[in-house]
């Protein structure tokens, strides 16, 4: 069997300004061998000739990387659509120059909050930035979206981040669950909240948003408005299993190559850019086992019971892995609580 290479999460430096509380990369310095520039463009032309054709770059914080607009253009004029993520603290007028000028698709910001509880996660005026940094992209013609990560204190106040949300020039918004990795892993957040409040939050807002409102492959499955609550509202954009391997690769600051970015554990590595291709691992056929090999019988706890299980897989596979090592089993799903 092939598996075409439809998107890719690449981290391209773990330097950032902030030492988030559930940093899952536990960002902060840069590496001291991240890929060189050149090393960089051969990735995006790797990339390219695999067909791959959405790409979001990630950190650490991206600006951080002083040649990030030279690998963002590349990787644009190679047709592929890129999207930056970032959490808009040290966003300036020629950071915005530079988008315009190589054409992102999009940049996504992260707002995990109302403006005492995301401070307090990251740092004080980061929330006050974040704002103005999807103010100024939002102004400047570049389409923005904005990606929560949520734990038990955060998620109780959805509806005050979404009155805060509606006054700005948004096109999305998405929910994801925060998973005890990176800095979260040593328990001083509580990452556990209630799933099918955040769905039910999730229904009660999606048809009247100004923006498109989902939730992140992490949080479900298969309540009645599955079809729904991705962040496309046909009725019939139902979670189908963890892409890790299938269709999407995550890649590093220094080459290796993961099923998932967020699959942040040496355990999950394919391989090293610098050691082999992008297409020698892409193309491995012992590779991505644990999904390109998935069998119904694979499933265990209630999701081997679950008549949606084959289907769903599971879940997550990162935020099962990191919750309770089970891979083939998700910790909170609402189906089957």
């Known amino acids: 069997m092939t598996f ?4 890719c999460v690449w981290e391209i430096t773990l330097a950032c300004c902030f030492s988030c509380k559930y940093c899952g990369s536990g960002a902060g310095r840069a590496r001291m061998n991240e890929l ?4 960089c463009l051969d990735v995006a ?3 390219s000739e695999l067909g791959c054709e959405r790409v979001s770059l990630i950190g650490g914080e991206v600006f951080m990387r002083k040649d990030w607009k030279e690998i963002a253009g590349e990787l644009s004029k190679r047709g592929i659509a890129v999207n930056i993520i970032t959490n808009g603290y040290i966003f300036t007028k020629s950071i915005l120059d530079d988008l315009k000028e190589i054409n992102v698709e999009s940049v996504s910001v992260s707002v995990d909050g109302t403006k005492e509880i995301h401070d307090k996660y990251r740092q004080p005026g980061s929330f006050e930035r974040a704002l103005n940094a999807i103010d100024a992209l939002s102004g400047f013609g570049i389409p923005v979206s904005v990606i929560s990560t949520l734990n038990k204190e955060n998620a109780a106040c959805l509806e005050d981040l979404y009155e805060e949300l509606i006054k700005h020039d948004i096109f999305a918004w998405q929910l994801q669950a925060c998973s005890p990795m990176g800095n979260a892993s040593d328990g001083s ?3 556990r909240f209630d799933f099918k409040s955040v769905i039910d939050f999730t229904v009660s807002h999606m048809y009247k948003a100004p923006f498109m409102l989902g939730v992140a492959d992490n949080i479900g499955y298969f309540s009645p408005e599955e079809g729904s609550i991705r962040g496309n509202l046909s009725g019939k954009a139902y979670f189908c299993g963890c892409s890790a391997g299938i269709s999407a690769v995550g890649i590093d600051s220094v080459g290796n190559v993961r099923g998932c970015e967020s699959m942040y554990d040496e355990h999950f590595n394919e391989g090293n850019l610098r050691e082999k291709s992008l297409r020698e691992i892409w193309e491995d056929p012992e590779g991505f086992s644990y999904n390109r090999g998935f069998k119904a019988e694979y499933l265990t706890g209630k999701c081997a019971e679950c008549e949606y299980g084959e289907y769903c897989a599971g879940g997550c596979r990162s ?4 919750v309770h090592k089970k891979l083939y089993e998700s910790p909170s799903c609402v189906k089957r609580p």
Request: no cysteine; hydrophobic share 40%; glycine share 0%.
């Open 4 to 7: 075409d290479l439809i998107s």
């Open 45 to 47: 032309r790797q990339l």
């Open 36 to 39: 060189t520039t050149a090393e």
């Open 319 to 322: 935020y099962n892995y990191f």
């Open 189 to 191: 957040v509580d990452f």
